[in-house]
T-cell receptor, first 112, second 112 residues
Framework: KNQVEQSPQSLIILEGKNCTLQCNYTVSPFSNLRWYKQDTGRGPVSLTIMTFSENTKSNGRYTATLDADTKQSSLHITASQLSDSASYICVVSEGSSYKLIFGSGTRLLVRP | DADVTQTPRNRITKTGKRIMLECSQTKGHDRMYWYRQDPGLGLRLIYYSFDVKDINKGEISDGYSVSRQAQAKFSLSLESAIPNQTALYFC???????????FGPGTRLTVL
């Protein structure tokens, strides 16, 4: 069964600190992997996308990594800000179709 | 700005009532989707439409129906709402061969 699992479920860090969120997937065939950010009361917004051949992709203070051999991805947030408080969702695209497999997300709270 | 909008944003209803959630988009995308989000679970696909005349069931379509009134409009109906349909509902859109999906702000539905 195609699945995407994320850890931790929730995380609290102090402003200015770094953190890393994890994603493991068992989706086949694999097309690409995205990290989405979902602010409270809003829809998810794409942060990064990585295909099979990409290992690292950055978007400002967000850096995603992908290990296609172990089927793991991580999202690293550098120098966290209060506005980083949100849920981060790992989403894997099955094949070349519309079908997306969503993780349940990591809820990040950045405290002053 | 090209956008995805949903109405209503919040709705409280009673068991057995018929409910319609509406989605409109100004992105010019041909594909539209309805998802539901429950606490601790990833988003799950209810229905999707690749064109006005092309509507398909997702993984959890029981108890729901949809209508694609125009390229830009896609509505979701609960014919007879039940409490376990209490959830956050998202509409999303994408272009034909680009599977990045753009999400609306969501509708929080509570069925008493």
């Amino acid at each position: 069964k195609n699945q995407v699992e994320q850890s931790p479920q929730s995380l609290i860090i102090l402003e200015g600190k770094n953190c890393t969120l994890q994603c493991n997937y068992t989706v086949s065939p694999f097309s690409n992997l995205r990290w989405y950010k979902q602010d409270t009361g809003r829809g998810p917004v794409s942060l990064t996308i990585m295909t099979f051949s990409e290992n690292t992709k950055s978007n400002g203070r967000y850096t995603a990594t992908l290990d296609a051999d172990t089927k793991q991805s991580s999202l690293h947030i550098t120098a966290s800000q209060l506005s980083d408080s949100a849920s981060y969702i790992c989403v894997v695209s099955e094949g070349s179709s519309y079908k997306l497999i969503f993780g349940s997300g990591t809820r990040l709270l950045v405290r002053p | 700005d090209a956008d995805v909008t949903q109405t209503p944003r919040n709705r409280i209803t009673k068991t057995g009532k018929r409910i319609m959630l509406e989605c409109s988009q100004t992105k010019g995308h041909d594909r539209m989707y309805w998802y539901r989000q429950d606490p601790g679970l990833g988003l799950r696909l209810i229905y999707y439409s690749f064109d006005v005349k092309d509507i398909n069931k997702g993984e959890i379509s029981d108890g729901y129906s949809v209508s694609r009134q125009a390229q830009a409009k896609f509505s979701l109906s609960l014919e007879s709402a039940i409490p376990n349909q209490t959830a956050l509902y998202f509409c999303a859109t994408s272009k034909g061969y680009d599977n990045e999906q753009f999400f609306g702000p969501g509708t929080r539905l509570t069925v008493l």
